[in-house]
C-alpha cells in the first residue's frame, strides 16, 4: 500500500472515529438529558403529592374538629368557632354549616337569610368525605371556582388556586381522583392523565390519602 494510500485510509479512519465518538456522545447526552427530565418528573410529581397530602390533612382534621362540637343551631357561640378553625387553616377558603341538606350559614357569610341546598358531591372518598370539584360558590361578593370537601355537618371550601399551585407551572399536569376506574378531573389539564399510554417524558404518582385524590 502506497503512502498516499495510506495516509488517505488513516483520515478515512480518523473521519469516521471522530464520527462514531460524536454518535457515543450525543448518545450519552440524551440518555443523561433523558435520565435527568425523568428524575425532575418524578421529583415535581412527589413533591406536589407532598404538598396535596399537608391540604388534605389540614382539611380532615378541621372537620373532624367541627364535628366534634355538639350539635347546635347556627348561634354566635358556633360562628365563633367555625371561624377559629378557618384562622387556623392555611388552605380552606371558607366553613360551612349544614342541617337537613341545607347549608345554613358560613363563616364568610354569616347566617344566610334563606339556607340553600348544600353542593351535590362527584364522589364519597374512602374516609367518607363528600367532595364537590369545580364549583363556583359566592365569597364576599365574588364568584370563585372550588373544591368542596364534606363531612357530616360541616364542610370546607378549597379555592382551585390553591391547589393549581401544586406542581411547577411549566410542567403539563392533572390531579384526578380514581372511582372505580372513572378518573374524576379536579384541576389541572384536562385529559393529560393517561396511565395506560405514558409517554418518556411523563411520570404520575398517588396520593396515601383519600379525601380529594
Request: proline share 1%; net charge negative; with cysteine.
Amino acid at each position: 500500500m502506497s503512502s498516499s494510500s495510506t495516509a488517505s485510509f488513516d483520515r478515512v479512519f480518523a473521519l469516521v472515529s471522530v464520527v462514531i465518538l460524536a454518535v457515543l456522545m450525543w448518545f450519552s447526552a440524551s440518555l443523561y438529558f433523558e435520565n435527568d427530565i425523568k428524575k425532575t418528573l418524578v421529583r415535581e410529581a412527589q413533591s406536589g403529592i407532598e404538598k396535596l397530602d399537608i391540604i388534605i390533612s389540614e382539611v380532615a382534621e378541621t372537620l373532624h374538629q367541627l364535628n366534634n362540637i355538639p350539635e347546635q343551631d347556627c348561634s354566635k357561640d358556633l360562628l365563633i368557632q367555625m371561624r377559629r378553625e378557618l384562622f387556623k387553616s392555611n388552605f380552606i377558603n371558607d366553613i360551612g354549616f349544614i342541617r337537613n341538606g341545607k347549608l345554613v350559614c358560613t363563616t364568610g357569610l354569616g347566617v344566610l337569610d334563606n339556607p340553600i341546598d348544600a353542593a351535590d358531591s362527584d364522589y364519597v372518598s374512602l374516609n367518607g368525605f363528600e367532595v364537590s370539584v369545580n364549583h363556583n360558590i359566592a365569597l364576599f361578593d365574588n364568584l370563585y371556582l372550588a373544591s368542596i370537601a364534606r363531612l357530616k355537618s360541616y364542610n370546607a371550601v378549597i379555592r382551585d388556586e390553591s391547589l393549581n399551585g401544586l406542581v411547577d407551572n411549566q410542567f403539563h399536569w392533572q390531579l384526578v381522583y380514581q372511582d372505580n376506574g372513572k378518573n374524576i378531573h379536579i384541576v389541572g389539564e384536562k385529559g393529560i392523565f393517561q396511565p395506560d399510554n405514558l409517554s418518556t417524558y411523563s411520570n404520575f404518582g398517588c396520593s396515601k390519602k383519600h379525601l380529594i385524590v
